[in-house]
């Protein structure tokens, strides 16, 4: 498991960071609507090859669920059903996650760059500006507006990495559930769902950090 979760997240750096090298335009090409678009790609791939492996989960389970019938209660019920879940989690985690982050946030899940590689004004505009407003009139004073912009769409970028790394964890986080109930994993069901809350609010994370600054700033540390 661990190897498989450096292996992904090495990955995902190393699918990146190509676009992420490019500071300027080269050959016509804007980077920082490269690295958009790069994103956009790896967020839908992850999406569209959830569908499978949840299916093949569910398949599996559904499997396992026969054989109790066939063979008298061999296998112990959890394992079957933790499987099914699993799999159902897996195909619907952007569900999942809505489901996490109105826990903790009252608002659904949000994805910050789109299918079409477009940054989502309604996702989060109210976090990141809270967040960035007095840095991006800063970069203005000492440079220019486009600058600025050019900061503020690096800010949407680096939300969108933080984006594929959660998404990964948390989809690595159901799959542990399925790995505790076959016996598989050392730890309880504590640790995956940790892992899942954890990836839920990196997935999420200017609320994360606002709401973060706000507790602070209600204890009487401010920035």
Known sequence: MHVNRLILTVST???????????????????SAAR??????????ISLISFPIGLLLMIVGAYKLKLITE???????????????????????????????????????CQIIDKSAAIS???????IS???????QRVARLSNDSTAQVFIDNIYAIMGIFQIIGFIYFLVGIYGLKEVANGSAQNGYGKPITIMIASSLIVDLPHTITTFVDTLAKVGINF
């Open 71 to 109: 063979e008298g209660g061999k296998i112990g019920l959890s394992i079957p059903l933790m499987t099914i879940l699993a799999g159902a989690f897996t195909i619907n985690f952007k569900a999942l996650l809505s489901v996490f982050t109105n826990t903790y946030f009252k608002t659904d899940f």
């Open 13 to 31: 750096f190393l699918l990146l960071a190509p676009a992420f090298v490019l500071g300027a335009d080269l050959d016509g090409v804007n980077a």
């Open 130 to 136: 809270g967040l960035t407003g007095d840095l991006q």
């Open 36 to 45: 958009r678009e790069l994103i956009s790609v790896i967020l839908e791939y």
């Open 121 to 127: 004004t309604s996702c989060f505009s109210t976090e």
